[in-house]
């Protein structure tokens, strides 16, 4: 055959194995693209909440798509761990989702009381807010006084209590076997005091390593109050004379101390600072109520006037893209029993003492028409019917 008719044919040749070839790597794209968003479908991201309570933080979790809640662990803080315990068992229900486990935690914190808090006072002034402690206000304010009960009193619920029970397993157990059962996967959302956290590492030194992350709302910086109105002002003398102390710290230091000296591959730290920016006001609150869910339904019961400090730490975990401000700090608890007992203490890198303290990415501001939105439209999303005790 002459040279000259060989030629096209290998240069046709050599164009249809190129044609090939780039199709091959197409379909090799396509397919990865597309096993990468089938794995992502199938893998949830794996969190357990860690609180003193259940209310909006909680249940934007719950709804919130491609999230496993491995389970709800309770502790005592702004109420008893028995009351925070029957609180989550009906938010559960009311989300439709009684399947997710309710574990309670600790009773008391790990060295702290209601003697000791009376003493501190009596040495270096009055706390505005005590939790469960608390029994009257020292000034007016426009919160109502809450109702003071031992460790044992569970009130009903307005909304119905559960019918649900809790788990047979102490939270700080659960904790560790979920870390266990699931290594690297699991994040902890901790929005009340750490004594949950700090037992469980207490127990088993592999605790934090295993986790996938602590994301905690505690403790304060600088926060100075932003919004105009009565609220805002009130929430604000917190702040004025003791930036640094934060309710969830100052009930028990000691643990939270232990809790942030741990080994957590990853912290993120939301204190008060953002929470200024923020408020449940009476409109928005008529705006859950309105998506007309059963969990919008509960809102009528709901208070109003309280910033959102919890359900920043939710929101900055379903999505960081909400942080405005934030900054790498070292992060302790002062837990000597002094005047700044239960105070933050922070450094900037390369100022830390070294014994022990870990680096935090600690969240200043947030877009708050942006956590808004998100928490109308978790809110609002459609869920199951509500399990147990129907609403009234």
């Not at 207490?202 to 304060?220: C, H």
């Not at 709901?302 to 405005?324: K, Q, R």
């Not at 105070?343 to 947030?366: H, I």
Request: aromatic share 8%; glycine share 8%.
């Amino acid at each position: 055959m002459p040279l000259l008719s060989i030629v096209p044919k290998a240069e046709r040749f050599t164009k249809i194995r190129k044609q090939f070839c780039k199709t091959l790597a197409l379909s090799l794209t396509v397919g990865s693209l597309l096993a990468g968003a089938t794995q992502a479908k199938a893998d949830p991201r794996l969190v357990i909440f860690d609180d003193d309570g259940f209310s909006i933080a909680q249940w934007m979790i719950i709804k919130a798509p491609n999230v496993r809640v491995l389970g709800i662990t309770t502790v005592t803080g702004d109420v008893w761990q028995k009351e925070a315990t029957n609180d989550a068992l009906r938010g559960v229900e009311v989300a439709g989702r009684a399947d997710i486990p309710v574990v309670p935690g600790a009773t008391y914190p790990f060295l702290n009381s209601e003697k000791l808090t009376d003493r501190w006072e009596a040495l270096y002034g009055k706390l505005i807010w005590k939790g469960v402690w608390m029994k009257k206000w020292v000034e007016k304010t426009e919160q109502p006084l809450p109702y003071y009960h031992g460790p044992d009193v569970v009130p009903d619920l307005p909304y119905g209590n559960p019918v649900k029970k809790p788990e047979n397993e102490r939270a700080a157990d659960f904790l560790i076997r979920m870390v266990h059962q699931y290594p690297g996967q699991v994040s902890i959302i901790a929005t009340g005091p750490m004594t949950n956290i700090a037992l469980a590492q207490t127990l088993d030194p592999e605790f934090a390593g295993l986790a996938k992350e602590l994301v905690y709302m505690g403790g304060g910086l600088n926060p100075r109050q932003t919004r105009p109105g009565v609220v805002a002002h009130q929430f604000a003398r917190e702040f004025l004379n003791s930036p640094r102390r934060e309710f969830n710290f100052r009930l028990d230091p000691e643990s939270a101390s232990a809790a942030l000296r741990a080994p957590w591959k990853h912290i993120v730290m939301v204190p008060a600072d953002p929470s200024t920016d923020t408020e449940l006001t009476p409109e928005f609150l008529k705006k859950l109520e309105a998506t007309g869910t059963p969990i919008g339904h509960v809102m009528k019961w709901h208070l109003s006037g309280f910033p959102l400090w919890d359900e920043i730490a939710a929101s900055v975990w379903l999505d960081p893209s909400i942080i405005t401000e934030k900054q790498e700090l070292f992060v302790d608890v002062n837990s000597q029993f002094g005047p700044g007992y239960g105070d933050v203490v922070s450094w900037t890198p390369g100022y830390e003492p070294g014994l022990g303290e870990r680096k935090n990415e600690v969240v200043l501001r947030v877009n708050v028409p942006k956590l808004e939105k998100q928490i109308l439209d978790l809110i609002g999303s459609p869920q199951a019917p509500v399990s147990g005790r129907p609403l009234p």
